[in-house]
């Protein structure tokens, strides 16, 4: 993400470079910044919410998530020409991606460790026509 940045986020999801995406690999090491972040904050929850927040958004991450167990709450941002902006579970507690508009997450399933349900709401995600459309252009992007 940068010479002297080495933020070692704790999950990164991107798209490949064949497909369009804005990160690759250059031997060992990542370059460019993924389409997603995701920091679990317990020690580090001071620098997720500061330092790597500022350094994400500088750097193009097109969104931000930060899990907090000790609050059992799922932190998101999406990045706007403003910069990092909110980006809120709907009513019923579902986190879905904009960045990855497939990708649900049953916040609620999460914090009570409901592996089955936190299944069955991201397959509700594969099976929207928002994945379709998504895996469509990705295919039709590739190199």
């Known amino acids: 993400m940068g010479a002297?940045?080495?933020p070692q986020p704790d999950v990164?999801?991107?798209i490949l470079p064949e497909y369009g995406g804005q990160s690759s690999v250059d031997g060992?090491?990542?370059?460019?910044?993924?389409?997603l972040i995701a920091e679990v904050a317990v020690s580090s929850y001071s620098r997720d919410f500061d330092v790597?927040?500022?350094l994400y958004e500088?750097?193009?991450v097109r969104e931000y998530l930060i899990v907090v167990p000790r609050d059992e709450t799922l932190v998101s941002f999406s990045l706007t020409p403003q910069?990092?902006?909110?980006?809120?579970?709907g009513t019923d507690g579902i986190f879905r991606s904009q960045c990855f508009p497939d990708l649900w997450l049953d916040t609620q399933a999460l914090w009570a460790l409901d592996l089955q349900r936190m299944?069955?709401?991201?397959?509700q995600?594969?099976?929207?026509?928002e994945h379709t459309e998504f895996a469509a252009q990705l295919a039709a992007k590739k190199r």
């Open 52 to 54: 790597k927040k500022r």
């Open 83 to 89: 910069g990092f902006q909110p980006l809120e579970a």
């Open 28 to 35: 060992l090491y990542p370059c460019g910044a993924p389409e």
């Open 58 to 60: 500088r750097m193009g």
């Open 125 to 129: 995600g594969l099976a929207t026509p």
């Open 4 to 6: 002297r940045q080495a």
């Open 119 to 123: 299944n069955a709401i991201l397959q």
């Open 12 to 14: 990164t999801l991107r």
